[in-house]
């Protein structure tokens, strides 16, 4: 159980998938021009990520059974398209408001590399399925956590300072990542998992 909230505090801040690893940029500095897409983006994510990882890892076991791993990575991209797919459908059909509170942020989670980069971690790092969830788990949610931080000191910034003009926009947060990356690095002590 320790090894899991380990494995889980880890995914989170010492080794968090967008400011230690670099996934997810294109959505992250995207959608982060306000809190409120970023915390719906990252409901969408950590919700896809899960489950996705969740429905791969046996999927995985399969394919190694057979050993065809070689079709892990197609396998991964068309459950992990397949499934938001079905979720955006089903959104659609019996949860209108809430398909329309997420609106173009859905589709925009079947390119978002860190989906994909969980599965191709968990069948590299050989987790079982327990460590596969909250490996899955933990990931999405310090993505969902470095976006919100992104999204608040931007919105913060522009509201009390005047940033210089070829620092507005992607310039600035891609600044301000890089201070937090650097800020997360302190986190590298708190786990015992080696990645």
Do not use: H
């Not at 409120?36 to 046996?58: L, Q, R």
């Not at 459950?79 to 509170?101: D, G, H, R, S």
């Not at 949610?141 to 070829?166: C, D, E, H």
């Amino acid at each position: 159980m320790i090894e899991l909230i380990e494995l889980f505090l880890a995914s989170v801040l010492s080794n968090n998938i967008a400011l230690i690893f670099i996934l997810g940029m294109c959505s992250l500095i995207a959608v982060s021009t306000s809190v409120k897409n970023s915390v719906n983006m990252g409901v969408a994510v950590i919700f896809v990520t899960t489950i996705t990882a969740i429905i791969n890892w046996p999927i995985y076991e399969l394919l190694k059974y057979y050993q065809s791993t070689q079709l892990a990575l197609l396998v991964f991209i068309i459950i992990i398209a397949a499934f938001v797919q079905f979720l955006e459908m089903f959104l659609a059909k019996y949860l209108p408001k809430i398909y329309e509170a997420f609106g173009i942020f859905l589709p925009l989670i079947t390119v978002n590399c860190i989906v994909l980069a969980v599965s191709l971690f968990f069948q590299t790092r050989s987790y079982d399925f327990a460590q596969t969830a909250v490996f899955a788990f933990g990931s999405s949610v310090g993505w969902t956590f470095a976006m919100i931080l992104l999204a608040g000191v931007r919105q913060k910034m522009y509201r009390v300072s005047n940033i210089p003009k070829g620092l507005r926009g992607r310039a600035i947060a891609f600044l301000i990542l890089g201070i937090l990356a650097l800020a997360f690095i302190g986190f590298t002590g708190i786990g015992r998992i080696n990645f």
